[in-house]
């Protein structure tokens, strides 16, 4: 299936479709290069890759399992590349190629819930692996061009952001730097959960004045008077001192600064 088409799958599935991109994608299924079965598939796979929890061990133990574990770690020992850096290599440079490598996670972790015991470190081992390709899963589409895309990358973060540097500091420079202001907005309600951590809530405040967008100020001004953060009220005022911000902008941050103060 080419690039193209799963393009318009993708959109297809996430309902973002343009009204020219869905004639396009009718068009495709009429002449059959797009097989509505295989997209009710795919689209289930989806639902599935997102609900997809943590590996829960099950009350057997599969000592196959653990023979095999070994074995791969001595290879990755002989052979150098991380084991992660290459699937990260073959399956993140397609969005079919993401898709499947987010049923490799699933399956993964329905083989563990099934047949592994509990309390070892083999399991602890797994659950991280499982978490680091997550993590590498959430970069590539940090990185990706689709808006929809960089937005699947937030959401997968979840749950990842307080205790991973790396992750936190990818939602700050997406909170920051991104091009979309969907995207730079999920990116602070992820992080503003976690607000009471007083690394993040220095880069929450640190990121107002990096924010052009009047529709990111006044949230970061609502976030700052719910957490009664008076260090953010000098960041306010250089907004207020700006003349490219809006007036109706600068009356929020005046009533915020008094709300907090």
């Known amino acids: 299936m080419q690039e193209h088409h799963m393009s318009l799958i993708t959109d297809y599935i996430d309902g973002t479709l343009t009204a020219e991109r869905e004639r396009e994608f009718k068009k495709y299924v009429k002449e059959g290069h797009i097989v509505m079965e295989e997209v009710a598939a795919m689209q289930q796979m989806q639902g599935m890759v997102e609900k997809a929890e943590q590996p829960q061990p099950g009350p057997d133990l599969s000592s196959n399992f653990y023979t095999m574990l070994a074995q791969e770690k001595q290879s990755q020992a002989k052979e ?44 602890k081992s797994l659950g991280a692996e499982v978490n680091s390709m ?105 907004l207020l001192d700006k003349e490219e911000t809006p007036e109706e902008v600068k009356t929020t941050l005046k009533e915020s600064i008094g709300k907090i103060m």
């Open 80 to 123: 150098g590349p991380n084991f992660l850096q290459q699937l990260s290599q073959l399956f993140f440079s397609t969005v079919y190629g993401r898709m499947t490598f987010g049923v490799a996670v699933l399956l993964i972790g329905v083989f563990a819930g099934t047949k592994l015991g509990g309390g070892s470190d083999e399991i």
């Open 134 to 238: 997550k993590e590498m899963m959430m970069m590539s589409m940090l990185e990706e061009e689709s808006v929809t895309e960089r937005l699947k990358g937030i959401q997968m973060s979840q749950g990842l952001s307080q205790t991973n540097t790396k992750v936190t500091e990818a939602l700050f420079m997406t909170l920051n730097n991104d091009e979309s202001t969907n995207v730079r907005m999920a990116a602070l309600q992820t992080l503003e959960v976690y607000a009471n951590d007083p690394v993040i809530r220095e880069g929450l405040i640190n990121s107002i004045t990096q924010q052009e967008s009047p529709l990111m100020q006044m949230a970061l001004a609502e976030l700052m008077v719910e957490l009664q953060e008076k260090k953010s009220i000098d960041q306010f005022k250089q």
